[in-house]
Structures are given as structure tokens and as C-alpha cells.
């Protein structure tokens, strides 16, 4: 006895509701280790802090902590959302710098972390830097450390910011960190 066509078309629907929930399990659990436990570096002295832009903005305070703590000298924002932005976190620093510390703030070209990646490598290249602090949000620490060492040759320090992110911002961040990796897999000159 042969299953009918509504019993044929459970299974198949079933088959892949299955295959649906593996793939995506897979995918979960590759980005793990290069999301969510990244490599994180110990903190070192640096000549430069590099303050990528993006989501969050603890990321900025956290610089300006680092600096004051004495890990650099000269800590760089990078500032992709303009001089205009109203993100204070970003605008006010670098309207009005705070007292001791070196800062300076840069509109990236593009403003993707390449662009980032290569402002870095011009000024290390104008100014002697060998070594950066690089402060960015724990889902973007792989692909940023991959983007800028094909940019910058001397020694990298990662570090996340504190963001608390939600759920939602997980599954977000899986997915446009795995679309940025396949698009600088296939651009791998600075």
C-alpha cells in the first residue's frame, strides 16, 4: 500500500522543516567560536587606539578608558555617520576632546571596516605606528582583525567593547558578520 499524496507531502514537508533546522544549527554553531568567543587579546601598551565605528557606543568611553588608563597615547574614532551625527557619545569627543587625552576623529572612505582599516594603515605609515588597540563589538572582533591585518603589519590587540546585546541583535549580527566575511574573503587586498 503506497502512502497517499497528503502522506507523501507530510513527509517531504517534515523532511525539510528537519534539514531547515540542522542547517541552521550548523551555522549556529561554526559562528560560535568566531562570534561569540572570538579571540580576544591581553591588553598591552600600544601606540594607537583605533575605535572602529558601528553598533554601540560604549565602544567610544572604552577608548578614552584605555588611554586614560595609559594602554596609547593617541586613540582614533572613527566616525562613519558624519560630522552631523547626533550620537553624542561620538560627536562630543570629538567637538571637544577630553583634557589629556590625543584624540582624533576620521570619516572612513569607505565607511565600512576596510575603510577603517586603511585610514589605520596611512597614518601608522605617516606617524611610525607598529602596534594598535583595536576597540570594536564582540560579533565583529574576527572579521575586524582579519580586514585590518591585511591592512596593517604590526601587532594587533583586539579587545570588545561592553555592549549588551540582545537576542535579536545575536541573529542580526550572525548574519551580517558572516555576509561581511564572504565579502572580504573575496576582496583580500587593502
Request: glycine share 8%; net charge negative.
Amino acid at each position: 500500500m503506497t502512502p497517499s499524496a497528503p502522506q507523501r507531502s507530510k513527509r517531504r514537508l517534515l523532511r525539510c522543516a528537519v534539514v531547515f533546522i540542522v542547517v541552521v544549527l550548523a551555522l549556529v554553531g561554526a559562528g560560535f567560536p568566531v562570534f561569540v568567543r572570538p579571540q580576544i587579546d591581553p591588553l598591552q601598551r600600544a601606540d594607537v587606539i583605533l575605535v572602529l565605528g558601528g553598533y554601540g557606543t560604549d565602544r567610544y568611553t572604552y577608548g578614552i578608558e584605555l588611554a586614560r588608563r595609559g594602554y596609547a597615547p593617541v586613540v582614533l574614532f572613527s566616525n562613519p555617520y558624519g560630522p552631523d551625527t547626533d550620537i553624542d557619545e561620538v560627536r562630543e569627543p570629538c567637538e571637544f576632546p577630553p583634557e589629556g587625552i590625543a584624540l582624533e576623529c576620521f570619516a572612513p572612505d569607505p565607511a565600512t571596516t576596510k575603510g577603517e582599516a586603511r585610514e589605520l594603515r596611512q597614518l601608522s605609515e605617516e606617524r611610525g605606528w607598529t602596534s594598535v588597540i583595536v576597540v570594536t563589538y564582540l560579533p565583529h572582533i574576527s572579521r575586524a582583525r582579519y580586514i585590518i591585518e591585511q591592512c596593517f603589519d604590526g601587532d594587533v590587540v583586539m579587545t570588545p567593547s561592553r555592549e549588551e546585546l540582545s537576542i535579536g541583535y545575536w541573529a542580526w549580527a550572525y548574519l551580517y558578520q558572516t555576509a561581511g566575511y564572504v565579502r572580504a574573503l573575496g576582496n583580500r587586498s587593502c
